[in-house]
């Protein structure tokens, strides 16, 4: 994996697993963004999306730590970084929009408090300076009579417009990347879509960086430029966002596809993955979807392969992880 200069995020390798030993939360990752580009990060609950989102800016909870691979940001060593060097990184080089925007905002203080704050601490910026510009910010992620709701307090705000709120303090701080953890999982289609519209037309108008992170394919689909597939700590599917779309080549990214477009059985029941999510610590020795694979059920050549060999990563810029989509490319 290269560092050009259009590199922003390089991950090389990267390991994550207990403090007191055992197996990895996240084994061996690589991902790459480019500056202004759109990257999905998509998998079941537990495949380590959102821990993979806590290594790259050093937040792993207490319990884990990273042990092996580098992360690479503008150039520089994450892991390597402490103080004021992280920090920086977790304002003007990345910011972060969460789950829950009503869990991330302080109860006791006021909206235009916690929007200002990257501003006065990170920019210099004097309260008065600060206080017009997040009525500024708060008018650009489209919050109506942003003047009144910057004198409010989080519990008086939807969950969208928290959200938008939480939108608005991590764009004062003008990030590289913005990193969006499940940014609409608790909010209705309508608002979902809000704000994801208005997140791709402020990263057109800024040109910054996001890493989405999401289990749901349809939410990518007109949004990434790139989709990473991740299962059981470890990227399965990697390349542009239309071609996996329109050509999976990964049994697990067809599923993830199928089950987000809804598409039912022939018996009308809803498609349902086979077999329930596994974590990184669930797995033993071959391909880590093997045991809720139909093509390895379905072969028994297959079968004996994908449960006794991993298979690594095939493919330039379309790659994917699986014996039965490498053997099909080969023939």
Not at 115 to 135: N, Q
Not at 199 to 222: N, S
Not at 295 to 315: F, I, K, N, V, W
Request: aromatic content about 2%.
């Amino acid at each position: 994996m290269s560092h050009d200069a259009e590199t922003l995020l390089s991950v090389r390798d990267l390991t994550v697993t207990p403090t007191g030993g055992g197996k990895p939360i996240i084994d061996g990752l690589s991902l790459q963004i480019r500056r202004g580009e759109i990257v999905a990060l998509v998998g079941e609950s537990g495949s380590g999306k959102s821990m993979t989102a806590l290594a790259i800016t050093r937040l792993l909870p207490r319990g884990l730590r990273i042990t092996s691979g580098e992360v690479v940001f503008a150039g520089r060593d994450v892991t390597a970084m402490s103080g004021d060097d992280l920090n920086h990184l977790r304002g003007a080089g990345i910011g972060m929009l969460f789950q829950q925007p009503h869990a991330m905002l302080d109860p006791t203080a006021r909206v235009r408090t916690q929007v200002a704050e990257p501003l006065t601490i990170g920019k210099g910026l004097s309260r008065r300076a600060a206080f017009a510009r997040v009525i500024d910010l708060m008018r650009s992620v489209r919050i109506p009579a942003p003047e009144a709701r910057a004198m409010a307090y989080s519990h008086e705000l939807s969950g969208g417009m928290a959200q938008r709120v939480m939108m608005a303090t991590a764009l004062a701080a003008e990030p590289d990347l913005l990193i969006a953890d499940e940014p609409t999982t608790a909010l209705d289609v309508t608002v979902q879509a809000q704000i994801l519209q208005l997140l791709k037309a402020e990263q057109a108008r800024r040109h910054f960086a996001i890493l989405l992170i999401t289990h749901d394919l349809t939410v990518v689909q007109a949004f990434a430029d790139r989709i990473a597939v991740m299962y059981a700590g470890r990227i399965v599917e990697e390349g542009p966002a239309a071609r996996i779309m329109d050509a999976p080549q990964h049994p697990y990214t067809r599923a993830l596809i199928r089950c987000s477009l809804l598409e039912p059985e022939a018996d009308g029941r809803l498609l349902s993955i086979p077999g329930s999510g596994s974590t990184a610590r669930d797995i033993g020795c071959g391909c880590r979807f093997a045991p809720r694979c139909t093509l390895a059920r379905g072969d028994s050549h297959l079968h004996d392969r994908c449960h006794q060999a991993e298979p690594g990563l095939a493919g330039h810029d379309h790659t994917v992880r699986c014996h039965a989509s490498q053997t099909a490319s080969a023939a």
